[in-house]
């Protein structure tokens, strides 16, 4: 036996605040971010009496209802939308958490800004109401997503109830080929392990292609694990971990500075941790990806083809492939590279930051859109450096439309949603039925994917695209 | 919160693995509030987009009215964290839910609402699924004191479930006024941590 810790191993340690003999542990949340859909976390709260217990602890901006070609609330025109927007304000006003309200050029999605803030650091625990906080993990937290009682019990007493989840480690060895990007990455991981490989596991990405992406790309990687089940998703911090957070707002300075720094170094798996499971795959081995059904495990090579579901090994499983292959109006075998798109959706807390716009745009540039396309970054930020870049410009020439930041087509929460029967390419992370509105046919793929898509109207090997 | 024991009623078999809390519940159903958002349930499984029941749905199967447990497969309510999912279940009559696997955030809003995840291994469930599908309507017992499932043909099975939520869910206790009782240790830990991590 030894003691060397995982990275989690360690930040739990470090976050209980009491252990149970029933195998509970009330642990210590350090940050809690919130968006419009917390108002029902605050209105438990209230109900109850209540004050927050840490303000200086709650990060806060819209983003669900948010509309993405107006800045203004009154223009929301749903009266409970615009209600939990205004919610937001109001609660934040009233109980001291840091707002990022619309208007501001930090607002945006929560899981793009709490990053991009500073707020997310190594070491830390994260919780908010949306089960996309896993992404959060890219930079060595440990963070998850919980409901809205759980928000008003966080509100409350800044911990949480937990049973400790266990450690699996995900290592991707190897080289990504161009055109490869961590949207490829995980939809090749969820398609191997399953949409409930890793249930009630917290996964430690690592290996010599992980360590490889930038902050961006492990956004993308961790922004995922709830899609194959996991309670959240982590990579190590490093000295890429450590620049990208140097400077920014809600980032430690000066000595503070130092002293963090040091402790971040702490946080990496020791060598010889044991995982309670090990999964490998090949890096060099990954190529475009994409999404042929209604769930993220149905992830395929872009040289793939529609599966047959008569070809399925029981009758369960024939039957849900079916049923995905009708909702979806695919014809089995046939090349994926054959199948038409109507629209596009480039955005989402999955691919939405500087790095996915800039992907994005070297293959929009030059070439015009055939179908409907839009790019909704992920924050006023986000935005405005790729303005500051010219990105904006060339999106437009190609014939995209740059909206304004927010969950968007995502989750359509805001109204945007496409049409029964459409087909979108959309760089976000769920392709339930119905998730872009009813009847809606979504295949997740990468931006760059995405913009192959939206220049060609049909899934497209990005790499013929690649100069 | 309602304290749960024990209940006996109609069960509904969904045999569809991997079904998220976006079939359970619409987000476009998600900025109302909870009382009109009754409708939302499985609202886009059960009807057309006229509002029209479609065929063939076993949850549109009126020997269901009046149902209060749903036995799923595996990775039942994955995907988003919207405690929506639970409540709308909850406020069409369900309190009890039987899968091999949850979803993890559902699972934990679960224990928020007073209803009850069991986990039975995939062949129980199954064959769960299986007998209620030949006698649909047939009734299924949820005993949590004794953490057993009773099947329509008088089999059981125990299920394991963690005592800290068990408990307060015989109790109907709620978490926050638990919590609450540890202010102290709260408080050591804010103020250790303090130090340590003195830039938060
Ligand atoms: S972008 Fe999509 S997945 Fe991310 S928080 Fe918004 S709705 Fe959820």
Redesign the interface.
């Given at each position: 036996m030894t003691d060397a810790k995982t990275m989690f191993e360690k930040i739990w340690r470090r976050h209980v605040?009491?252990d149970?003999d029933?195998?509970?542990t009330?642990l210590?949340v350090?940050r809690h971010l919130m968006h419009d859909?917390s108002a029902?976390g605050f209105a438990l709260l209230r109900s109850?009496g209540?004050k927050l217990r840490r303000p200086d602890?709650g990060f806060a901006t819209p983003d669900h209802?948010v509309l993405s070609d107006s800045r203004s609330v009154a223009d929301i025109p749903?009266p409970?939308?615009r209600s939990?927007v205004e919610q937001i304000r109001t609660n934040a006003a009233a109980t001291g958490v840091t707002l990022f309200d619309l208007g501001d050029e930090r607002q945006g999605i929560a899981h793009v800004v709490g990053p991009e803030q500073g707020v997310t650091q190594p070491?830390?625990t994260m919780v908010c109401?949306?089960?996309h906080t896993s992404t959060h993990g890219a930079l060595g937290a440990l963070a998850f997503?919980?409901?809205?009682?759980?928000v008003?019990?966080v509100m409350?007493?800044?911990?949480l109830?937990q049973?400790k989840p266990k450690a699996m480690r995900i290592n991707v060895e190897g080289t990504l080929q161009a055109g490869v990007t961590a949207k490829d990455v995980i939809l090749a991981i969820i398609a191997r392990i399953g949409?409930?490989g890793a249930?009630?596991h917290v996964i430690e990405y690592a290996g010599s292609a992980i360590r490889g992406l930038s902050i961006e790309g492990r956004l993308t990687l961790c922004n995922m694990s709830?899609e194959a089940?996991?309670?959240a998703g982590m990579v190590a911090p490093d000295d890429t971990t450590i620049a990208y957070v140097k400077g920014r707002p809600f980032a430690?300075?000066d000595a503070?500075?130092d002293?963090?720094v040091a402790?971040w170094r702490t946080v990496p798996s020791d060598a010889g941790a044991v995982f309670d499971r090990e999964v490998t795959l090949d890096g060099n081995a990954i190529v475009p990806m994409l999404t042929w059904g209604t769930?993220p495990?149905d992830a395929l090579p872009i040289t793939g083809r529609v599966p047959e579901p008569s070809a399925a090994a029981d009758d369960?499983r024939k039957?849900?492939l079916k049923?995905s292959v009708d909702y979806m109006g695919l014809v089995p075998g046939m090349p994926l590279e054959e199948v038409a798109v109507d629209r596009v959706f480039i955005g989402s807390c999955t691919n939405s930051r500087i790095e996915d716009l800039r992907a994005a745009a070297k293959v929009a540039a030059g070439r015009k859109v055939v179908i409907p396309a839009w790019v909704v970054a992920g924050s006023g930020l986000v935005k405005r450096q790729a303005e500051a870049e010219g990105l904006d410009k060339v999106f437009r020439e190609a014939g995209f439309e740059w909206r304004e930041p927010g969950c968007s087509m995502c989750?359509?929460?805001n109204g945007d949603?496409g049409k029964?029967g459409q087909r979108i390419a959309s760089t976000s992370n769920?392709n339930?039925?119905?998730?872009q509105g009813?009847?809606v046919r979504t295949h997740l793929v990468s931006p760059a994917m995405a913009v192959a898509a939206a220049v060609t109207g049909h899934f497209t090997d990005v790499r013929k695209l690649m100069g | 919160m309602e304290p749960f024991t024990k209940i006996t009623a109609v069960a509904v078999p969904i045999?569809?693995?991997?079904v998220?809390t976006?079939?359970i519940i619409?987000?476009?159903f998600?900025?109302?509030?909870r009382p009109d958002q009754v409708k939302g349930f499985f609202r886009?499984v059960r009807l057309d987009?006229n509002g029209q029941p479609k065929e063939g749905v076993t949850l549109n199967n009126p020997v269901y009215a009046g149902a209060k447990i749903i036995v799923a497969?595996?990775?039942f309510a994955?995907?988003?964290?919207?405690?929506s999912a639970?409540t709308v279940m909850y406020d069409n009559g369900y309190r009890a839910f039987i899968a091999p696997?949850?979803?993890?955030?559902?699972f934990?809003?679960c224990f928020?609402?007073g209803v009850v995840p069991v986990r039975l291994p995939a062949e129980r469930a199954a064959r769960l699924r299986a007998l209620l599908h030949a006698s649909p309507g047939a009734q299924v017992s949820v005993d949590l004191a004794a953490q057993t499932v009773t099947s329509p043909d008088g089999e059981i099975d125990r299920f394991e479930i963690?005592?800290?939520r068990k408990?307060c869910l015989l109790k109907g206790l709620d978490?926050?006024s638990?919590?609450?009782g540890?202010e102290a240790?709260?408080a050591r830990?804010?103020q250790r941590?303090k130090g340590?991590?003195?830039?938060?």
């Open positions: 605040v009491v149970r029933d195998g509970y009330l210590y350090d859909g029902t109850r209540l602890r209802f749903d409970n939308h939990l070491g830390l109401g949306d089960s997503g919980i409901g809205s009682s759980e008003a019990h409350a007493t800044q911990c109830w049973r949409t409930a249930v009630g709830i089940g996991a309670k430690p300075k503070e500075w002293k963090a402790f769930s495990e369960v039957a849900s049923r989750v359509g929460m949603t029964p769920r339930f039925i119905g998730r009813p009847g | 045999d569809q693995p991997n998220d976006d079939q619409p987000a476009r998600l900025g109302s509030p886009d987009p497969n595996n990775n994955c995907g988003s964290s919207r405690e639970v696997s949850f979803g993890d955030i559902f934990n809003n928020q609402n963690d005592s800290f408990d978490e926050v638990l919590t609450l540890y240790d709260i830990f804010e941590q340590e991590l003195s830039w938060l």
